[in-house]
């Protein structure tokens, strides 16, 4: 192992992080000392996205996070900050590269993949004098990969460039490469730390943190928002605030809270400025495979939880505060069989008289 900072230290680094502390700064230097001792490099892709995923990177509060990414992961290739381009860009900074270290490096795909037309919506360059569609690069290159680490909702599920009726035929990143395994770090955009954490366990140890069914590190992702935030009284007495900038629990306007998996109450976003609902904006559940399959400012609707149950999220945020380490569907299930959820009993009804 190419550090000292031990497997469970460094979850603990990741899943413990406090808003004034910038991951990439804490990280840097045993990334260093990867790379050195011959930590395998990192392409980075884009494909049918907003490039918000970079920008929401380089945007982090590190000030030389674009040194971090060239100089210290060995970043061979990114669209936005590789100094190559065309040509030289495609046969130095990807395909040599993929080639050399073939099932050694991590690829990071940015962006959903269009398959419509045979992929012809999404041109990424030239080889040989031919066009090169994303869905050709990214078949190609991911499947000489060691894994995929798919940044942001759209390359993780398909996210909004998915979203029906979908013109393009857009497809999440492991709907196109299969037999390589992928990690996804979903967000719109994600976290800085998210990303930068990832890279750095796969760097670190070489190896694929510990994920959820979704296929997202739990250090990141094992918290449901509605569990710990701040508005959550408000939620348990009932009030509910009708507009965007009235106190009150956000659900009415559009809160995805309770079904929603990330740790911004504690991590913050922007150095530790502000997250979604302090902001006052309910959260879209931007991390889960669903975005954005619900309108953002309405109430959420009955959620299928079993075949033929369902809930409302009144339901669901009741009983989820006691549970946030079971699935949802269990969880609900499991409340429903015992009674504290679900219809009313006879019995309750009684009660409910006297
Ligand atoms: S529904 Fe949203 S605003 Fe309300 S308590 Fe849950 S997470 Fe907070
Ligand atoms: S709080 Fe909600 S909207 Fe904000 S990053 Fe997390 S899942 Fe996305």
């Known amino acids: 192992m190419p550090t000292k900072l031990t497997r469970r230290d460094f979850i603990r680094l990741c899943a413990g992080g406090a808003a004034a502390v910038s991951m990439t700064s804490l990280l840097a230097p045993v990334l260093t000392q990867a790379v050195e001792a011959g930590a395998p490099p990192v392409i980075w892709l884009q494909g049918a996205s907003c490039t918000g995923c970079s920008v929401s990177l380089l945007n982090s509060v590190h000030p030389d996070i674009k040194k971090i990414l060239l100089d210290v992961i ?5 669209p936005n900050i590789s100094g190559a381009a065309g040509d030289l860009a495609m046969e130095e900074g990807i395909f040599k590269v993929a080639e050399e270290y073939k ?3 991590y690829l990071v795909v940015e962006g959903a993949v269009p398959t419509g037309a045979d992929g012809k919506f999404c041109m990424v360059g ?23 680490l798919n940044f942001g909702t759209c390359s993780a599920y398909g996210g909004i460039p998915a979203t029906p009726p979908n013109p393009t035929k857009c497809k999440s ?3 196109v490469v299969k037999n390589v395994p992928h990690i996804n770090v979903p967000g719109c ?10 890279i750095a366990h796969v760097l670190l140890y070489n190896e694929i943190p510990e994920l959820d069914r979704f296929g997202r590190p ?4 094992k918290d449901i928002i509605h569990d710990n935030c701040p508005r959550r009284q408000y939620f348990d007495n009932a009030i509910f605030a009708k507009n965007l900038s009235e106190p009150g629990c956000l659900l009415e306007v559009g809160c995805k809270g309770p079904i929603a998996h990330c740790d911004s109450t504690t991590r913050l976003w922007n150095g530790g400025t502000n997250w979604c609902i302090k902001s006052g904006a309910p959260c879209l559940a931007c991390t889960e495979p669903q975005f954005p399959g619900w309108p953002m400012y309405t109430r959420l609707p009955e959620m299928p939880i079993a075949p033929g149950i369902t809930a409302t999220v009144d339901q669901i945020g009741v009983v989820l505060g006691a549970a946030t380490a079971v699935g949802i569907a269990g969880h609900l299930a499991g409340n429903i069989a015992t009674g504290r959820i679900g219809p009313k009993k006879h019995s309750d009804e009684k009660e409910g008289d006297n």
């Open 74 to 78: 060995s970043l061979r290739y990114h």
């Open 103 to 105: 099932g050694k490096f």
């Open 126 to 148: 030239e080889r040989d004098g031919h066009h090169i569609t994303f869905l050709d690069l990214v078949q190609e290159v991911g499947g000489k990969a060691a894994a995929i």
């Open 173 to 175: 990143v492991s709907e």
């Open 189 to 198: 955009p994600p976290h800085p730390d998210w990303m930068v954490g990832t």
């Open 218 to 221: 739990k250090m990141f992702f």
